[in-house]
């Protein structure tokens, strides 16, 4: 998702030219720390999320609900002391304003909500390995349609490999290894993430922008309102299992999995190029595949590796394509 540019971490500075680029170098750093923690941890998500699975009754539904409900009473504090610090800003149009913060909301809501469908139904190596691969295939496509957005021939060319590899990993698999619903749930949950990713650059690009805390707050809220009239029919509290080891489960998912590692991620992006944070995103897959073998005892065939190189792979050659100067990839 493509946050805001005003951040703290962003902001020009004063002084002479050796100073600022200490300082620049110093964000930099500090915005490679922050995506490398995000990434990590969204990668141990799933994880918690199977051992919830495996120990309670509680849906995917209800998940995404706590998720939101508690990552956003987690946030409010720091949302409220940075309001207080922050000196009076010239307001934003209004409705471009909602249009970030509901279209945010309900693009998360439908990201996690599916990918956690996903893990359910397909596996945490395989879920995360679909949802994270194909997110930047989707959105590479959508930011040509909707956006205008050149793909080049190192688009193409990525495009081409992350569905080969996905073929590979989706057909090449003997039959109940991979299962179609949850490959189809990771789908919609990369489609999800397009949109909000899509709509934060539309709304950056006209003026509309968000600090890191308060988009991130306000995602939380729509998400736990979108969440809750399904998260209420499939059942808010687990009714058996392991309610304590479950609950110790969700405040971890809450507390840094999404309080801590959304902003932080915001951040982050908003001092790199977008194509760097893409392959430092890559984090995510490669930690979720390595606890899933390590601690849920679930195998990776060959099919699965080969499809998962190929697919990771080709995000990370347009990464680096698209992390060359616009004059390079512009030359024949």
């Known amino acids: 998702m493509q946050p805001s540019q005003d951040l703290d971490l962003y902001a020009e500075e004063s002084g002479p030219a050796g100073a600022r680029s200490r300082t620049g170098s ?13 990434g990590i941890a969204w990668g141990t998500t799933g994880a918690a ?8 009754d509680l849906g995917p539904m209800a998940l995404s609900f706590w ?6 009473v987690l946030l409010l504090p720091a949302v409220a ?17 909602m249009l970030l913060l509901i279209g945010t909301g309900v693009g998360l809501a439908v990201f ?49 490999g992350a569905l080969a590899g996905l073929t590979v990993l ?11 619903a949850g490959v189809a749930m990771a789908l919609l949950s990369a489609a999800g993430y397009t949109v909000s990713n899509l709509l934060g650059r539309w709304t950056g690009r006209h003026g509309t922008g968000e600090d890191a805390f308060t988009l991130t707050l306000w995602s939380f809220v729509i998400g736990a309102a979108v969440m809750l009239p399904p998260a209420f029919h499939e059942g808010l509290v687990p009714r058996g299992g392991n309610l ?65 190189v190929i697919l990771l792979g080709a995000i990370a050659a347009l990464a680096l394509a698209e992390s ?9």
Do not use: C, W
């Open 67 to 72: 998720r939101f409900s508690a990552g956003a």
């Open 170 to 180: 989706v057909l090449g698999n003997q039959p109940g290894v991979v299962h179609p």
């Open 244 to 308: 304590t080891e479950a609950a110790l489960l969700m405040l971890y998912i809450a507390a840094v999995t999404t309080a801590l590692a959304y902003p932080l991620y915001f951040a982050g992006v908003a001092v790199l190029r977008a194509a760097t944070a893409s392959v430092m995103m890559l984090l995510e897959p490669v930690s979720a595949a390595a606890l899933a073998v390590l601690f849920l005892d679930e195998q990776l065939t060959a099919a699965t590796v080969v499809g998962t």
């Open 81 to 97: 002391v940075g309001r207080f610090r922050k000196a009076p800003r010239a307001p934003r149009p209004a409705g471009r304003r």
């Open 112 to 160: 996690q909500t599916a990918y956690f469908a996903a893990v359910r139904h397909t596996g945490l190596a395989v879920g995360t390995i679909v949802t994270l691969g194909t997110a930047p295939v989707f959105t590479a496509a959508g930011g040509r349609l909707f956006l205008g957005e050149r793909v080049g021939r190192a688009g193409v060319l990525a495009v081409t």
């Open 49 to 56: 999320v199977e051992v919830i699975y495996r120990t309670s």
């Open 26 to 38: 110093h964000a930099v750093r500090r915005g490679f720390a922050f995506l490398a923690f995000a």
């Open 324 to 332: 060359r100067p616009r004059a390079e990839r512009s030359a024949p």
